[in-house]
Structures are given as structure tokens and as C-alpha cells.
């Protein structure tokens, strides 16, 4: 209840933010890659700050690094920013994720390890505060301090070295700097974890969005310089201290708790964020079963192996009386988004009950029971997106665009329909990842399974609309409109080769379109 709550709630924001951005620069569908990218920048200015950096006299340096006029002020502020801005998009990113069902299955290990990652992340910006080694620093030592030493871990309490009776000693310090260098490492690591199970990933979101949050970030760093509170003393309790609020919000309940009460709700937390994929796995009868690949059908093109987002198949050598190879799912990594059903020609590979051949026989069923379809436009797309939600025309809903075969966008032209919209979900929004983006190449730049070329390709459009984006869809259907309104007056169609292909098989009202490359007709 809550996931489907949270994930309205989500998508209506989505719709604004689409109708105030555009779907394909909507900061919030590139959350992962704004995360990447916010790495990218701390890791650039931090290798600049650790050149000035000196282990004896850590406070002292931040300052000299603050007073350097051209560098050290802007270079420390964007370094703390661009870590306040990862922790923003981690968390949309993760809510994301969530909400859209994205985290159990084969996706488990990408949210077992985004887990790990957001841990690392914390530490690193931790032993980045304490590096600093002013009151803030200082009240965050004493508080892990105190929490470490409730674990039978050493054999002296580590607080009684914040007691203020000696200086601390350098080690403190270099541990301190070690750990904030390595963490990075780490991350990296856990970062192509996190990317493993997916082909092509995509680490940073497009250049202009790049450039213009960078360039962001960077202003606010000249304009606003992060600030630093005065030196730690150990011979003081620190006074009035300002918290991170992306960081160290936490530190006031855990000061006021027992250190035993803090472990285990940390434990508890992160018990529950592992837990996720459990969680929220569908009952055995809700699971989208994986695909299946015929090797009666398949012709060993590589097509749906190319197309996989997730490299859930794999070519094998034939078993039968046959040359060649085959297609062969692994149904451990499938998610079922459908996409190798949209790239099969022969309609040989796909989730049963949504591959080409099952996308032919209900096109059949949907010209059948929306016979005044043929003089209007049609709306062909995913459920998730707008054409989910509009009621005011004939759809023809396809769990993906990317699972859509063109064969049943040709069978709506062929079968009168004045135009065909296919509605796809924005692109960096796709629950299969690479769905629009297959839907286009497949549908105008010839990639197997492409619509043919018999089909009059100004009767099809696609559009890029969320659930709770109307406007998009709107003003693609009005432009369309217009558009088939200009192709339908007298003489538009005088400059144009009709091929003898686009002769619809038969005149019987009764007879089916034939398959698009057969000479059969759907219902054979």
C-alpha cells in the first residue's frame, strides 16, 4: 500500500517536472546519473584539496586552503556541495527504484549493492567532516568514538583519547585520511557491481544536463563558500555546532541515546534496506514469468541477444538437426520487459502471451472490437506511460514499448487506422531500460524487426509521455493531428511511389491484413 501510495505520489511529480523541464531533461530520471556524476566532481577536487592537505596540522591547513584567492575556497565548497547534491540523488534514486518495482530478482544484486554504496558514501563524507577538524569534526570523533567503544573490539576505550589529557596522536589523523582515500576505491567497486547485470550501462546523464549541474554547482561554490566552525579544543565540549543536514542530521538523537540503542537500530535499518528484494517480491502468481525462445522459429540473427538490456541471452550452438546457433534465455537474469519480443522477425522469443505472434492476435481482436478505430489515431504504447490514462481514444496498451512489434503497428495502418501514436515512457524512465529507444530504431531506422517499408511512415509517430504528463501527450496528438490533416487533403499524395505491397490482401471485410513479411494472413 505504501509503495503504491509513494509511487503516485512519485509519478505525479514526474508530470510537472516533465512539463517544466521536458521528459528528456527531467533531472529527476537521471537521479543514478547525477549520482555518478556528483562522484566524478568530489573525486576531481578532492585529489586538488589532498595536495594541501597536511596530517599535523589538519585545521590549519583547511584555512590556508580557504585563503588561497583563485583555487581553495571554491574548489572546498564545490567538493562539499557536489557531496550534498550525491546524497540527493541517491535517495530519489533509490525511491525510484523502489517505488517502480525495480528491486527484487534479477535487479536484487543492483539494490544489494546501492545499499553497500550509500553506506561507503556516508563514510566518506564523515571522515571528510572529521577531517576538517574543527567543532563539528570534533563532536563527530567523540560520538564514533563512543560508539565504537561499545563493541568488544579494543582493548582500551578509544574515547579516553578524546578526553583532552594528550594531543591526539598523528595516527588519528592519517587513519583518518586513509579511510577517506580508500572508500573511493571501494565505491568504484561497488559501483560496477551495481552495473553488472545490465548491458550498456549509463554512468552520467547527458552532456547539457552535465554541464549545466556542474555549472550549477560551481556557482553556488563562488557565490555561498561552504563555512567551517572554529578549531576543535578537546579541552572543551563544543559549543553551538551546525549539522550537515544531509550528513550528520542523526548526531543529536544519537548523543541523547545509549550507545547499545544506536547499534541496534543501525543494524535494524540496514537489516530492512537488504531486506528490500524480499519485501517487495510479488507473490509467485504476480511474478512476470521470463521469456521463452523457440528453436523451432528462432534463425540465429543475434537480434534479441543484441537488443537484451540485460544481457539475459546468450547464443548457444543448436542441439537439433540444424546449423548454427539459437537463442537461449537465462530466466534467472530476465526481468520479462519484453524487449527481445519487439526484435524477433519470425516472433520466436518473448514473455509467454506477449511475443509477436500473441501481439498479432490481439491487434486482430482490437480492429474486431473498435471498428470506427480505422478513421481516427490510435494509440499504441506502454501502460505506464499517458496512454495508460487517456480515455478519450482507441489504445492498444503493450507492457513496454520496447516489447511493441512493429507487425502491429503495420497491421493498424494497413487496417485503416487514419494514424498510429505510439506513447512510449521518457526515455531515461523506461522500466526496461532501453524500450523508446529500440521502439524508434525498429520503427525508422530499419533495426530488426523493423516496420516495413510498404508502411507510410507519416502515419506513425512517436511520443515520449509519463503517466501524469497530459500535456505531452496532448500537444503530440494535436500536431500529429494536423499533420495527417495536411496528408489527407486531395493531391498529397501525388509526389509519392505507392508500392504494390501497400495493397491491403483482399476486400472481404471479413478477410485479415496478411502478416507483415508472410503471405499469410493472422489468423493462419
Known amino acids: 500500500m505504501l509503495k503504491r501510495q509513494l509511487g503516485r505520489v512519485l509519478s505525479r511529480i514526474d508530470g510537472w517536472a516533465d512539463r517544466l523541464y521536458g521528459s528528456k531533461w527531467n533531472p529527476l530520471y537521471q537521479s543514478g546519473g547525477l549520482a555518478v556524476l556528483c562522484l566524478a566532481v568530489m573525486l576531481v577536487t578532492g585529489i586538488y584539496l589532498i595536495l594541501f592537505y597536511r596530517i599535523g596540522a589538519p585545521y590549519e591547513s583547511i584555512v590556508r586552503i580557504d585563503g588561497q584567492p583563485w583555487g581553495g575556497r571554491w574548489i572546498r565548497s564545490l567538493h562539499r556541495y557536489a557531496a550534498d547534491l550525491a546524497v540527493v540523488a541517491v535517495f530519489v534514486h533509490a525511491l525510484r527504484m523502489f517505488c517502480q518495482g525495480r528491486s527484487w530478482g534479477p535487479r536484487a544484486l543492483a539494490w544489494v549493492s546501492g545499499v553497500f554504496l550509500v553506506f561507503l558514501l556516508y563514510v566518506c563524507g564523515l571522515t571528510g567532516y572529521v577531517m576538517v577538524w574543527d567543532t563539528h569534526g570534533q563532536l563527530l570523533a567523540a560520538e564514533g568514538a563512543r560508539l565504537l567503544d561499545a563493541l568488544p573490539i579494543f582493548s582500551e576505550p578509544i574515547s579516553r583519547a578524546f578526553a583532552g589529557a594528550d594531543a591526539l596522536p598523528s595516527a588519528f589523523f592519517f587513519m583518518n585520511l586513509f579511510l577517506h582515500i580508500a572508500v573511493p576505491v571501494g565505491i568504484v567497486i561497488f559501483l560496477w557491481l551495481h552495473v553488472s547485470r545490465v548491458a550498456r550501462p549509463v554512468l552520467l546523464p547527458p552532456r547539457p544536463l552535465l554541464w549545466v549541474t556542474t555549472g550549477l554547482l560551481t556557482v553556488a561554490a563562488l557565490a555561498v563558500p561552504a563555512a567551517f566552525g572554529p578549531p576543535a579544543d578537546l579541552l572543551r565540549l563544543p559549543g553551538e555546532v551546525t549539522l550537515d543536514i544531509f550528513y550528520t542530521f542523526w548526531l543529536p538523537w544519537v548523543r541523547s541515546a545509549a550507545p547499545g540503542v544506536v547499534w541496534l537500530a543501525g543494524v535494524a535499518a540496514g537489516t530492512a534496506l537488504l531486506a528490500v528484494p524480499l519485501l517487495t517480491r510479488p507473490r509467485a502468481d504476480r511474478r512476470p514469468a521470463p521469456s521463452h525462445a523457440s528453436t523451432r522459429l528462432c534463425t540465429g540473427c543475434e537480434q534479441c541477444y543484441t537488443d537484451c538490456p540485460y544481457d539475459a541471452i546468450r547464443m548457444v550452438e543448436r542441439t537439433d538437426d540444424r546449423e548454427g546457433t539459437v537463442a537461449l ?169 505507392v508500392l504494390a505491397e501497400c495493397e491491403l490482401a483482399g476486400t472481404a471485410a471479413s478477410q485479415d491484413p496478411p502478416l507483415p513479411g508472410t503471405g499469410r494472413t493472422a489468423g493462419s
Open 329 to 497: 534465455v537465462n530466466p534467472s537474469a530476465c526481468v520479462s520487459c519484453g524487449i527481445c519480443a519487439g526484435s524477433c522477425a519470425p516472433m520466436g522469443v518473448g514473455p509467454p502471451g506477449r511475443t509477436g505472434r500473441d501481439q498479432l492476435g490481439r491487434v486482430k481482436d482490437f480492429v474486431r472490437e473498435h471498428p470506427g478505430a480505422g478513421g481516427d489515431i490510435v494509440l499504441v504504447g506502454c501502460g505506464r506511460s499517458a496512454a495508460g490514462a487517456d480515455g478519450h481514444h482507441a489504445r492498444f496498451l503493450v507492457s513496454c514499448a520496447g516489447n511493441l512489434h512493429s507487425s502491429v503497428v503495420e497491421y493498424l495502418v494497413r487496417s485503416g487506422a487514419r494514424g498510429v501514436l505510439v506513447v512510449a515512457c521518457p526515455a531515461r524512465d523506461c522500466s526496461g531500460r532501453e524500450g523508446p529507444k529500440w521502439l524508434v530504431e525498429r520503427l525508422f531506422h530499419e533495426r530488426e524487426a523493423e516496420l516495413k517499408a510498404r508502411v507510410d511512415r507519416r502515419r506513425v509517430r512517436v511520443a515520449h509521455a509519463s503517466a501524469f504528463d497530459p500535456w505531452s501527450l496532448a500537444a503530440a496528438l494535436g500536431d500529429f493531428a494536423r499533420d495527417l490533416a495536411r496528408l489527407d487533403q486531395p493531391g498529397a499524395d501525388d509526389d509519392v511511389d
